[in-house]
């Protein structure tokens, strides 16, 4: 039998570098099998494609069955009888056996039934045919449970009968085990086998994967070496299990140990779900598997609603939709229930009892739906919200931030913040994001401007005022902040300081390794547990010496770490759980890590909750939150890192077709994040030459300031002389029904998200290929005026593009430290707002140079008096009490959108008078 350790040669188009999933690999690896074997049959193949084909086929099985080894099925039974067929030359037996193999991946028959590859192909055939009748009937989920122990092929096959023998009809779930002999497998097989979600680690297992398969090896990269490699023989069962959880949290674990487990329990309880000693007797652990997986499908409020729906009720209260009464009974509306179902209307109701619970006040199955979901999303409290993230963020401001409190908010936030911060009369001191003037977009802001402003306010005697740091992680063109550095620097500053991370697109990200580190709640749960070791003691303790002589002003450059004595985690996410996750439109979630929640938040979050929150929340679309959190505990991780390939299946694709990179290409993190905010040197993830590997990409998301987020694909459109808006309505949209959702003046956005498929993905890139088509063609039957046309075309959205603005200043008038000895750059925001609701405070000037341009060579200071948001970039360019500078009106004036709110162009801009902004300072 060949050595699977080794991976064959490769021709450069298939080579492996060129796959950033070993997922996919293995996928497309089967159907070239199937291909390759199916070829084999044909008893008139020449006698050179013969070997050709022949030596395909041993190749693909040698790789595959290496990969194989962290899955259940095909199990390495059946790849002796694929390697027997193989040297037997039965090539014919082979793509029988090659094609159920397939068809059982490909249609997840496997997950229903055991297949064995003995069994007669007849026979088979009809037990399939049998199986996908039972299938489209009732199927239970089918998981599988990670064994690490370096146990032989027998001791394999008689655990797996031991634990299928202990199998009841009554069981809710069915699994499958899969057995890896050391510490580096077990690693490997939690990372690419997504049906995984229970381990059992045994003792007496080496340390050292045998497997050198780059592909997979590269899965080791996500951890450091340095913390395992010197790990002693009894160390590595718990050392393992602190690994896995942090890898994938929603792992259930167990520890198998021959030590005293009272010896070790207290210590390694915290991750394992439950200790055995020398493990005889499988009842316990199979009982114990099942039970951890019923925990994490357990769906609360989308249980009860269901129990409610089916119970006769009779409805003498509001809501006529109730049971579909008002739609069963009409003449006219009947194609409603036609089009819905009665479910919907079996489940709509405005009772709060009958098993269901308020969302106001819950007790119930909102509550504990609400538990689960802080525990899906590392939160230590979480709360469902019915009317978007929109609704979120003000519930988070209001419950927070008192009138006066200074906040330090990212400017090109969501317009929601800032009406967020008029109504809780909040002094607003906006940052500026780095600008990418090449692309009419904004990145995020670097920590160098917010350490600046902490310190001002430090300097100004200001500190105590400074309540919040609010930003947008990740913005919506995908950049993604260092969480870690940027709570860690802030907190050296002010080590109270609230954090309110907006992760309206960035819900998905807590079920990825990679993604997890950048979240709110895992980097708050990580710096929780770092500030009360004592390693941490001793490092802050070396760097105080180091700065103990450095002024305020020295310290902007350097980096900070906070006191762990006095230092207090407090931080707040939001997300649009609907934009990134399973969930009916407007469902969000608010998520909470916060030590001083309880005695000093509690009773205005409620209040703040009350405030925004319907009496008439939509129930499905709480159901569809608590259904959704199920999910990402049991599939998040496949879902997301399929998101995440497919991603990079495009990117690679529009990189590497000779058509398409003539005319499009996908924005990179050297575009979008400068060089300074980059210090791994890291530019793009993808070399057309080398593919992915040696990208080091991993190494990008540990050390850099800003990352990319690769399912948020920027793709530029400054080749094609077509603008972002044109290309989405006229060309994806109109002509091919493709949607999108945002554009700049020469980009548009596309995203991948959990629900893409593959055939979506050919689909847009067939869909790019015939627009390039289109184009190429336009070039080559254009005459010299219409070539000339399409030049400047390309020029005006290549290098004509105006300068974005950034933020200006708040007029005295609106700046509360006006008269102060040390003048800081917040503003009275609410003050500037309803100031404008009396008209005779304000007037409205056109933007010409002729109407405005003499108002400000006069030396007028102009003040706007409303937001002026241009979709895009879709944030206020100017906010109430903003003074109108003329990098600002040199920007609106090279705009040549068609939706700027707060603006109408022939009113002009809405300003204060003169003589308003005069009464206010006298």
Known sequence: MPDNRTAPKKSKRTDLDFYHSPTQLRFDTWNQLEEYTSRLRDKHLRKADVAAFTRKTRDAITLLETIETYSAFPSQEDFKLLWQLFQDQDFDLLARMVARVVRALTGGTYRSRHIDLRVASELENKEETAAADDHRQQQRPYFEVLFVDESGPDEVRRLRESLMALRRPEDDFVYDIVVVPSFEDALIAILFNYNIQAAVIRYGFPLHSVNHL????????KISEA??????????????????SELRPELDLYLVTDAAVEDIAGNVTQKFKRIFY???DYLDLHLNVLRGIQRRYETPFFTALRRYSRQPTGVFHAMPISRGKSVTKSHWIKDMAQFYGMNIFLAETSATSGGLDSLLQPHGPIKKAQELAARAFGAKRTYFVTNGTSTANKIVVQALVRPGDIILIDRDCHKSHHYGMVLAGAHVCYLDSYPLDNYSMYGAVPLTEIKSKLLMYKKAGLLHKVKMLLLTNCTFDGVVYNVERVMEECLAIKPDLIFLWDEAWFAFAGFTPTYRRRTAMATARRLYARYRSGEYGSEYAAFRERVAKLKDDDLIDQRLYPDPATVRIRCYATQSTHKSLTSLRQGSMIHVYDQD??????????EAFMTHTSTSPNYQILASLDIGGRQV????????????????TIRERVASHPLLNRYFRFLSADDMIPEEYRPSGIGSYFDPEKGWRNTRMEEAWATDDFVIDLTRLTLYLGLTGIDGDTFKNDYLMDKYGIQINKTSRNTVLVMTNIGTTRSSVAFLLEVLVKIATELEQEREDANKVERKLIEKRVKSLSHDLPPLPDFSYFHPAFSPSTGQKNKTAEGDIRSAFFYAYDDDNCEYLTIDEIT?????????ELVSASFVTPYPPGFPILVPG???SEQILAFMRALDVKEI???DAEIGLQLFTEEALQKLQQ
Request: proline share 3%.
């Open 278 to 280: 020398q493990q005889e």
């Open 214 to 221: 780059e592909i997979l090896q590269r899965y080791l990269a």
């Open 597 to 606: 929640f309880s005695h000093k938040v509690q009773e205005p979050f409620d």
């Open 227 to 244: 913390e395992y490699e010197d790990a002693l023989d009894i160390e590595r069962g718990p050392l393992l299990g602190n690994l896995l």
């Open 882 to 884: 903003q003074v109108v």
């Open 633 to 648: 505990e049991l599939e998040g991780f496949e879902l997301v890192q399929k998101q995440i390939e497919l991603a990079m």
């Open 852 to 860: 405005i341009g003499q108002a400000i060579e006069f030396g007028r």
């Open 901 to 903: 709110h707060g603006y």
